[in-house]
């Protein structure tokens, strides 16, 4: 299910009830542009940060994984899951802040496809990356139930 978001995650959408560890974590949302690049994206929250005041990493972590899906989505067709997840984290972030993620499929060999790419808040010379991100997600066929 696709859901269209409001005020600065407008045109963006989300798989609500897809994944429901997302939906707790986040919620997080996704967008294709014209030239076909994909952003993904969530506002900010306190539940968001660790006793620091700063986003907690395992969230920044969870946000890129549900981000490697959304870059790959033109060639995920279906059941995929996660092979790995690496994360370089490189600047922090606190609630009120707009977070983003961008990246590009690096490879693709049919079963397995892989990415990369950057976690950031702000834009032009106001750009904090905070997080640099790889992984790598396979297909899988659905097992019947039973």
Not at 84 to 109: K, W, Y
């Amino acid at each position: 299910m696709n859901s269209e978001a409001s005020g600065r995650l407008s045109g963006y959408e989300t798989w609500e009830g897809h994944d429901p560890f997302e939906d707790h974590a986040g919620p997080f949302y996704f967008r294709q542009h014209e030239d076909g690049c994909v952003t993904s994206a969530f506002e900010a929250k306190p539940h968001h940060c660790n006793g620091g005041g700063f986003l907690h990493g395992g969230l920044l972590l969870t946000f890129a994984d549900f981000s490697l899906f959304a870059i790959g989505r033109s060639v995920l067709q279906g059941p995929s899951v996660t092979l790995s997840l690496n994360g370089e984290f490189t600047a922090a972030a606190g609630a009120g802040e707009f977070i983003e993620a961008r990246g590009d499929i690096v490879r693709n060999t049919g079963s397995m496809v892989f990415l990369r790419g950057q976690v950031f808040t702000g834009h032009g010379a106001e750009e904090r990356i905070l997080l640099n991100f790889s992984g790598i997600v396979k297909r899988v066929k659905k097992k019947p139930i039973g």
